[in-house]
């Protein structure tokens, strides 16, 4: 099954170019935000990454595959910092607080950014066993899922619940199929219905949690935090 997962990669690529196209891509560079462009390299990276040592693997490439994948133990920490430093960027303050629809996006951000540094840093403590060390790395992949979908302009009309609910469902459809596909593997197939749940942890809080004082508290902190 992770043979082709390389294809697979680069159908996100595409998808994620498509859905940032209208506010990324199709702009003129000089116009947007140095934190955004610095973020948007990053995860471009990440992407250009998971690509090359998919293939590497379906040709037998191992140990390129393992020196082209120490270069991510660069490479995650600048994303981590790319991404923290647009989420504060993109802050905004009406009446010496943060409005609640950033509250919610500066939640999806971070919670995503979570998601994501789980499961790379159990890929890599697992790194000496290919089948969960794969299924890992993989997972990773997913949390790009809700970022590039909702911004596809679907002509969806208005819903009587967040559009959030529908790429969150997407995700875990996704992560469910491949529980599915894998049923009858003998090696890490623990690994999926794991990531489910913590998948569904987060996107429950997202949904429920971020209106709460405990989150608007830190919302409000860290607007004021000096990052940008």
């Known amino acids: 099954m992770f043979r082709n997962s390389g294809f697979y990669f680069i159908l996100l690529l595409f998808v994620a170019l498509i859905g940032f196209w209208p506010s990324y891509f199709s702009r003129w560079l000089p116009d947007i935000d140095a934190y955004t462009h610095f973020h948007a390299v990053s995860m471009l990276l990440w992407l250009c990454l998971l690509i090359a040592?998919?293939?590497?693997?379906?040709?037998?490439?191992?140990?390129?595959?393992?020196?082209?994948?120490?270069?991510?133990?660069?490479?995650?920490?600048?994303?981590?910092?790319?991404?923290?430093?647009?989420?504060?960027?993109?802050?905004?303050?009406?009446?010496?607080?943060?409005?609640?629809?950033?509250?919610?996006?500066?939640?999806?951000?971070?919670?995503?950014?979570?998601?994501?540094?789980?499961?790379?840093?159990?890929?890599?403590?697992?790194?000496?066993?290919?089948?969960?060390?794969?299924?890992?790395?993989?997972?990773?992949?997913?949390?790009?899922?809700?970022?590039?979908?909702?911004?596809?302009?679907?002509?969806?009309?208005?819903?009587?619940?967040?559009?959030?609910?529908?790429?969150?469902?997407?995700?875990?459809l996704l992560i469910i199929l491949m529980i599915i596909l894998e049923r009858k593997q003998t090696k890490g197939r623990e690994v999926f219905p794991l990531m489910l749940i913590i998948f569904v942890f987060f996107q429950w809080l997202n949904l429920n949690w971020t209106h709460s004082h405990q989150w608007t508290d830190f919302a409000n902190w860290f607007a004021g935090l000096p990052l940008t």
């Open 53 to 172: 040592q998919a293939f590497l693997i379906r040709y037998k490439q191992y140990r390129l595959h393992r020196m082209v994948g120490k270069f991510s133990y660069l490479l995650v920490p600048v994303l981590i910092v790319s991404l923290v430093l647009l989420a504060h960027y993109q802050i905004v303050i009406e009446d010496g607080a943060v409005p609640p629809f950033r509250r919610y996006i500066l939640f999806l951000q971070l919670s995503l950014l979570c998601l994501f540094i789980i499961a790379y840093g159990l890929a890599i403590l697992y790194r000496h066993q290919p089948a969960r060390h794969a299924r890992y790395m993989i997972t990773t992949a997913f949390t790009l899922i809700d970022p590039a979908v909702a911004r596809i302009p679907l002509g969806i009309p208005d819903l009587p619940f967040s559009y959030q609910v529908l790429t969150f469902a997407l995700t875990d």
